[in-house]
């Protein structure tokens, strides 16, 4: 204790140096992630916004694909987005609310988490095997936005339970025994304090994995998605297209590849602020739900 | 007639025996201390009162409760009635993320009041059995959680009484609180006896001696002794009670 606190020994010294080291090493490497999202950000709105002006978003490709627009695939995709967004989220909200909230915390929960953690690991192209099966065969569907929204609303099932589940689980107990003892019943206690406590979260979630649908190639790519289709669906049983199954196209077959090749970067770009614009939509309504909520 | 009446408890966390053979009566409008070491079942017991364990899976409970004379654990009972009967308020302050006059209005709609001059009334009435009407009385539209840790309390206790049960649990109400929080609410406890029975766990002797009527002793899930306050303060039976209440352990 009566050493000099000016002075080091050897043992700080090194102590000091390996704590600046490690540090710099993660930051580092975190440093780097933003540089690469940096990088393929870039890349794509360097290349796509010279595309990119009123006619491209509002017409229909022409002359094999090498001139227009994608407004097609634009609404194709929105299409898909609502449809599949219609079937898993309230499918999705209730088995959360059901798992979470009702459930007994036993064997059959711990197997339905089991398996919807399962089902988010098969690869969506799976999925899309499995829909072309079931929704436009055997269900007879066809290629349709019905058939493409089912398989893209099973995708993002898991995702929808567990962003729901996790938000109620934040949710501590407390609030719940709280409104229990005033005479509440297990519903009202739901609707009253956890839900409205819970929703921003919840709503973030939901948000997110509609980002996630919209980039999804596979599967859509049995089940609905069309090569060209210059007018716009008529109804939930017709096939329609969608952003990223025309950049697919569009950048490995068509007439002239060389020509495609700014309406590819165009229409990645495209894909890429329809994603944007969900995860700010969602930044926001989290802030807007949020306001007056706070857990304590 | 005994407010409430415990007969032979005995209570299961699954296999851990939490409470042994506990027997006994609450009489109306007296205030009812709950002593003893941590983990020893105060809590447990408070919660078996107003069925709050009945939330928690896996446990077994036998022996009776009579509350008003009634067996709160019969087949049939109402519990949503019961709850509304025996209140209770928790040892950290929980109230809803909402303003403060609807923390106190939810006990009322959730029990399918409308009539909203009633509901009105009532916040009002509470807030100021509560002692807390002066000092939110020009806020009740901000949000409870702009409280202080001791109002954020007090409110909750408003929002207990709203509903108007006979009988108030509170478990450590003062725990979270500074003394000038606490000396308000053992103040509140003593002032709403007179229309309340009330079951208070608290670890603070002073505190049990100051506010309670009676007192009961727990150790390791079993009562030790249960008798009028300064019996036990003052001469207790057990020689068990007189080493917890001197400190010389617990
Ligand atoms: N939900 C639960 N599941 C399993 N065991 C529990 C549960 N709650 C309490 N216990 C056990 O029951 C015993 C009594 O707990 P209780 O909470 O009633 O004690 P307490 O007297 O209120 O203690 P404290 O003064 O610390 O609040 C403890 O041993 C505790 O570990
Ligand atoms: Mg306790």
Redesign the pocket.
Known sequence: MNKKHTTSTKYETKKRFIQRFTFTVIRLFSYSVVGILILILSFIIIKGIGVINWNFLTSAPAEGMTKGGVFPAIIGTLCLIAGSALLSFPVGIMSGIYMNEYAKKGIIVRFIRVMTNNLSGIPSIVFGLFGMVFFVNKLGFGDSILSGSLTLGLLCLPLVIRTTEEALKAIPDSYREGSRALGATKLQTLRKVILPMANPNILTGLILSLGRVSGETAPILFTCAAYFLPHLPQSIFDQCMALPYHLYVISTSGTDLEAQRPIAYGTALVLIIIVLLINLLANILRRHVGKNIRIN | MNKIEIKDIHFY??D?H?LKNISMNVEPNSVVAFI??????????LRLINRMNDL?PNTRLSGKILVDGNDIYQKGVAIDRLRKNVGMVF?RPNPFPKSIYENIAYGLRVNGIRNEKFIRQRVEKTLQDAALWEEVKDKLKKSAFELSGGQQQRLCIARAMAISPSVLLMD?PASALDPVATAKIEELVRELKKEYTIVI?T?NMQQAARISDKTAY?YL?EMIEYDKTNIIFTNPAKESTQNYITGRFG
């Open positions: 966390y699954g851990f939490a003893g070491p941590s983990g020893c079942g105060k809590t447990t017991l928690i040892q450590e766990v670890h727990f899930g």
